[in-house]
């Protein structure tokens, strides 16, 4: 079983929708990010948490919009979307974001949504 | 700028198959960390190996083994012996080891089919 556990696995959503992917990690991990990927590509970051304080926002469109209530949970929080935005959207963590460049991310396994 | 270049983008092989996965890298750091990454078809991203600029030892784990060439800039992945299981997308990553070292950067993937 995965460490970081995202759901919903699948979710599709109208333009007008307001909707939620949730993901949570028991590793004691320090770092989280959201990561969008699209098909057949690389994940490409989002946003990163460092003790639960939005670290890194690259440049995404307001209509996403990250929370991390506490050091175990990070929400992406979904409005307005677009067709476009379509894709799997993963959850990442790691132990330290002021660690060397070692630390090693584990992923979960993604939520895919589907905007119509 | 920090750039990975997988330039199979797939392979196909019959099971019991050795298989090379390439991976070339560009950085203007002395030191960092590379890694690889094996995405299933179930979405997440599987954490495989982390090797550092210094350490330029090759690697067995079963049937898997890397081979880090500083001199050439690679970090190729080979799998010997193939199985069906072993289908899947794979990603090269390398990330700065100080300063603003959050960012993974991957290549594009090679997808890999093994076929029965």
């Known amino acids: 079983d995965t460490e970081v556990t995202q759901t919903p696995k699948h979710l599709v959503m109208g333009m007008t929708n307001k909707k939620s992917l949730k993901c949570e990690q028991h590793m004691g991990h320090r770092a989280m990010y959201w990561y969008k990927q699209k098909a057949k590509k690389p994940p490409e970051l989002m946003f990163v948490y460092s003790y639960e304080k939005l670290s890194i926002n690259e440049s995404v469109p307001s209509r996403f919009s990250p929370e991390c209530p506490n050091s175990s949970l990070l929400n992406l929080h979904l409005h307005a979307l677009q067709p476009e935005d379509s894709a799997l959207y993963l959850c990442?963590?790691?132990?330290?974001?002021?660690?060397?460049?070692?630390?090693?991310?584990?992923f979960g396994a993604g939520s895919r949504l589907t905007v119509l | 700028a920090q750039k990975v270049t997988q330039a199979q983008t797939e392979i196909s092989v019959v099971e019991k198959e050795d298989v090379t996965l390439d991976c070339v890298y560009e950085t203007r750091d002395t030191t960092y960390y590379l890694f690889w990454y094996k995405q299933p078809p179930s979405g997440e991203l599987v954490f495989l190996i982390r090797r550092n600029s210094f350490d330029e030892q090759n690697e067995i784990s079963g049937r898997y083994s890397w081979n880090f060439q500083k001199s050439t800039s690679s970090f190729n992945f080979t799998i010997t012996a193939s199985q069906v299981v072993d289908s899947a997308v794979y990603f090269c990553?390398?990330?700065?080891?100080?300063?603003?070292?959050?960012?993974?950067?991957f290549g594009k993937g090679t997808l890999l089919t093994v076929n029965p």
């Open positions: 990442a963590s790691s132990q330290d974001l002021k660690l060397s460049g070692a630390n090693v991310l584990t």
């Open positions: 990553a390398l990330r700065r080891s100080g300063g603003s070292n959050y960012k993974l950067t």
